[in-house]
């Protein structure tokens, strides 16, 4: 089955700068990889995806980069902010699955 | 719209009780997920409804835990007995259709078994 494996798992920039989540996944079948960001007490909430037709997704300060070949996928943050302090979740699943698999999770503190 | 409902919010109880957590899915959702979360392994599928017919059970860890959808509007996931090493975070999740689309994710209920 799907392994979604995400590095690192505790990320700390001071505000202003980028921060970059990683993700690999091992079923080169998966085409749909969403991104979730949990903050204290709620549940994950989608906040990109992107399918494998496509290279880069972009909204506002933040991206995903996907590279097929090498099963991996990014989540670029720029210009970060406290708000964006938070557990982001990296998945990955087939389209005609019901299945998300999700990564372990990175805490990214974003430090005024 | 209110988003996925779940309650309680908090539950603790002592080891060998029964656990009831209930959730409301989004109105006109037709997919709901139940996830455990817990630092050891992250966000876990446990069952998956589709139309109110539970399609993969092969996430719940034992018979101690059972899953009901008697109806769109309302899930159940209970834990009888319960023990110690239950204590999670249980999400209840909910989209349309059956392929891959947004999922909505409850708050959660943190649950202690002591």
């Known amino acids: 089955g799907e392994n979604v494996e995400q590095h690192p798992s505790t990320l700390s920039v001071q505000e202003g700068d980028s921060a970059v989540i990683k993700c690999t996944y091992s079923?080169?079948?998966?085409?749909?990889f969403p991104w979730y960001k949990q903050e204290l007490g709620k549940g994950p909430q989608l906040i990109i995806d992107i399918r494998s037709n496509v290279g880069e997704k972009k909204d506002q300060r933040i991206a995903v980069t996907l590279n097929k070949t090498a099963k991996h996928f990014s989540l670029h943050i720029t210009e970060t902010q406290p708000e964006d302090s938070a557990v982001y979740f990296c998945?990955?699943?087939?389209?005609?699955?019901?299945?998300?698999?999700f990564g372990s999770g990175t805490r990214l503190l974003v430090r005024p | 719209d209110a988003g996925v409902i779940q309650s309680p919010r908090h539950e603790v109880t002592e080891m060998g009780q029964e656990v009831t957590l209930r959730c409301k899915p989004i109105s006109g959702h037709n997919s709901l997920f139940w996830y455990r979360q817990t630092m050891m392994r992250g966000l876990e599928l446990l069952i998956y409804f589709n139309n109110n017919v539970p399609i993969d059970d092969s996430g719940m860890p034992e018979d101690r835990f059972s899953a009901k959808m008697p109806n769109a509007s309302f899930s159940t996931l209970k834990i009888q007995p319960s023990e110690p090493r239950d204590s999670a975070v249980y999400f209840c999740?909910?989209?349309?259709?059956?392929?891959?689309?947004?999922?909505?994710f409850g708050s959660g209920t943190q649950l202690s078994v002591l």
């Open positions: 079923d080169s079948a998966s085409n749909y």
């Open positions: 999740a909910s989209r349309t259709g059956t392929g891959v689309e947004k999922l909505f």
């Open positions: 998945a990955a699943s087939i389209d005609s699955s019901y299945k998300l698999i």
